[in-house]
């Protein structure tokens, strides 16, 4: 037999900040989120949770489960014990229940411009020619699915409410890589500030929860050095080699 122990708080309620606790029915392969639905269909309809896809793509069910930030819909309920406690995802605001306001997190990751800026005008044939070698530049970096399972683990970003943090660096470094982006030195200047890449204390917690297995760790190393070099070279003038 297996119990969920969830985080319930409602801000504009008046339900104060506490932990229920379900038993849940035994169902082979059941996981966290359809744990939650479950509870959500028989015993209390007032839970909130966030979710979508179902099927680890879209990562809007990251939440913090015994210690550990997971995708709900990627996790199982049997390996995990007989007691679970559910946790929103840390120093993001609590809308309520697991639902966090993910405001914070996304006003962080717009600052990095997370679109490709063309170096040029795109041909007749109207696409942006890449080479499978420029394109393996950017392998697995592409794969981040912006769940927030790195940012709620980042202690840097608990304390630094302008840290960049380690999905935006991530993402920095993934258009600083691609052969048809434009914007190199730009993002460079956006990084290689004291709330960028120069505030990560290399904690890797973001590398150990991610449930895709992307390294945000390593992705900031490599912006770190690229923006060292940034700054030596806007020194001494010639910033727009950068690359
Ligand atoms: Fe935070 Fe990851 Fe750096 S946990 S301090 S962004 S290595």
New binding site residues.
């Given amino acids: 037999m297996a119990y969920l122990k969830i985080f319930r708080y409602d801000p504009s309620g008046g339900v104060e900040p506490h932990f229920q606790r379900y038993e849940l029915p035994p169902e082979k392969g059941m996981t966290i989120l359809e744990a939650l639905f479950w509870i959500l269909e028989n015993e209390d309809s007032s839970l909130a949770f966030r979710c979508s896809c179902r099927e680890a793509v879209c990562g809007s069910c990251a939440v913090h489960i015994n210690g550990e930030y997971r995708l709900a819909c990627k996790t199982q309920v049997d390996p995990l014990g007989e007691e679970i406690t559910v946790r929103p995802l840390t120093h993001l605001p609590i809308l309520k229940d697991l639902v966090v306001d993910m405001k914070p997190f996304f006003d962080q990751y717009e600052k990095i411009k997370p679109y490709l800026i063309p170096r040029e005008e795109p041909p007749e044939s109207k696409e942006h020619y890449q080479s499978v070698k420029d394109r393996k530049k950017i392998d697995s970096l592409v794969d981040c699915i912006l769940c927030g399972a ?1 940012y709620g ?5 608990m304390g630094d409410p302008d ?1 960049l ?2 999905h935006a ?1 991530l993402k920095a470094l993934r258009f600083v890589q691609d052969s048809r982006d434009g914007a190199k030195t730009e993002r460079l200047a956006m990084v290689a500030t004291e709330h960028g890449v120069f ?9 150990k929860v991610c449930p895709k297995d992307l390294d ?2 390593g992705a ?1 190393a490599k912006l770190k050095m690229k923006s060292v070099g940034f700054k030596i070279k806007s020194m001494f003038g010639f910033a727009r080699s950068a690359g």
């Fill in positions: 790195c683990s980042c202690p840097v970003a840290y943090g380690p660096l505030r990560c204390h290399t904690i890797f917690n973001c590398q945000p760790t900031i």
